[in-house]
């Protein structure tokens, strides 16, 4: 079996050399990584990751925490993003742990446990609130960590986020195109940023429009709340015939709502949503929505987290994706 000593002897360089190439080090010359990378894989080397991690200083675990729901553990707009942090960071010989709590004083304690604990070198956060104090958490225990989502502290952070309100703005023009005017919005709660953004979109699409902006109704993102509040605007005197939902989840749910009161969704109605979970296309019809490239958010999330773990805050601390709009049947665009 290949050891790093027998490497370093074929390859005729150091085990230093070999073992920071292996690593990832930028010190090392790419041609030399690339040649000690393809020298292990041949002789099917397989790295001592317990040595490694001492040799660091470090335990090679990136924490994420999930916001979950009491007895539930569904984000189905996190679950393709997961696997590609993991493969990135795997590469790069860094653990994904996950960990789930429901937001408030149980989500603050696992954050105050990890930090005692030291159990990671760096955090990803996500469902980014507008005022979050886990930032400020983090950031005095000086933990390194990368948001998915953007707030509205004033200090430096790095982040990674979708360009909500433009996203939102274009599917509100476009359904104003079509010659609907009374649309509603069915908000997700406007403490989370990604919320704030996606009704600033529809609130300046609307006003460029001359239309009325306040045909909106906030709600959880669930199919159950969804659909409650599309019940309460269909029931009103001053019916939409057009429901921008926050998310996809939601626009499940005013789906249900709008065909139970008796509407043909995508002709008498249209609904609109966020996310591309999988769910959407299943629905009857399919759910006009708009998604974030996955593989390249994260990508930049996980290579954002390795400059801040190895060499600090990067130069260039935030990206935002633009959205790619989905259109289905659902908005009576396509079919």
Same mark, same amino acid.
């Given at each position: 079996m290949a050891t790093l000593r027998s490497l370093a002897s074929d390859l005729g360089l150091?085990?230093?050399?070999?073992?920071?190439? #292996?690593?990832?080090? *930028? %010190?090392v010359a790419a041609a030399t990584r690339e040649r000690v990378n393809k020298a292990a894989a041949a002789a099917g080397y397989r790295p001592n990751s317990t040595a490694r991690r001492l040799r660091k200083g470090s335990s090679e675990t990136v924490a994420l925490v999930m916001p979950t729901e009491p007895g539930r553990f569904y984000e189905?707009?996190?679950?393709?993003? #997961?696997?590609?942090?993991? *493969?990135?960071?795997?590469a790069r010989h860094f653990d994904l742990m996950l960990l789930a709590a429901r937001p408030g004083a149980e989500e603050l304690a696992v954050y105050k446990r990890m930090i005692k604990d030291r159990r990671a070198d760096a955090?990803? $956060?996500?469902?980014?609130?507008?005022?979050d104090e886990r930032i400020a958490m983090l950031q005095e225990a000086g933990l390194p960590f990368?948001?998915?989502?953007?707030?509205?502290t004033r200090a430096e952070y790095a982040y990674v986020d979708g360009d909500g309100e433009a996203g939102f703005r274009?599917?509100?023009?476009?359904?104003?195109?079509?010659?609907?005017?009374?649309?509603?919005h069915l908000a997700a709660p406007d403490h989370f940023t990604f919320a704030e953004l996606r009704s600033r979109g529809w609130h300046m699409a609307m006003r460029a429009a001359g239309l009325t902006d306040d045909l909106k109704l906030m709600c959880a993102s669930t199919?159950?709340?969804? *659909?409650?509040?599309?019940?309460?605007?269909?029931?009103?005197? %001053?019916?939409?015939?057009?429901? $921008?939902?926050?998310?996809?989840?939601?626009?499940?749910?005013?789906?249900?709502?709008a065909q139970a009161a008796g509407l043909v969704v995508g002709r008498d109605i249209a609904v609109t949503g966020h996310d591309n979970i999988h769910a959407s296309r299943f629905t009857h019809p399919a759910i006009t929505t708009m998604e974030l490239d996955v593989r390249s958010v994260g990508a930049c999330l996980a290579d954002k987290l390795l400059h801040l773990v190895e060499r600090g805050m990067p130069e260039h601390a935030g990206d935002v994706f633009p959205l790619r709009q989905v259109l289905r049947a659902s908005s009576g665009e396509a079919n």
């Open positions: 150091s085990i230093t050399t070999v073992s920071r190439a #292996l690593d990832g080090y *930028e %010190d189905p707009v996190f679950v393709d993003l #997961l696997s590609v942090l993991g *493969e990135r960071l795997a955090c990803i $956060i996500v469902r980014t609130r507008r005022h990368v948001c998915h989502g953007r707030t509205e274009e599917v509100t023009n476009r359904i104003v195109s079509l010659g609907h005017r009374r649309i509603a199919e159950e709340a969804g *659909e409650q509040a599309a019940t309460a605007l269909l029931a009103g005197p %001053d019916k939409p015939t057009a429901l $921008i939902c926050a998310t996809d989840r939601i626009a499940i749910g005013a789906v249900r709502a």
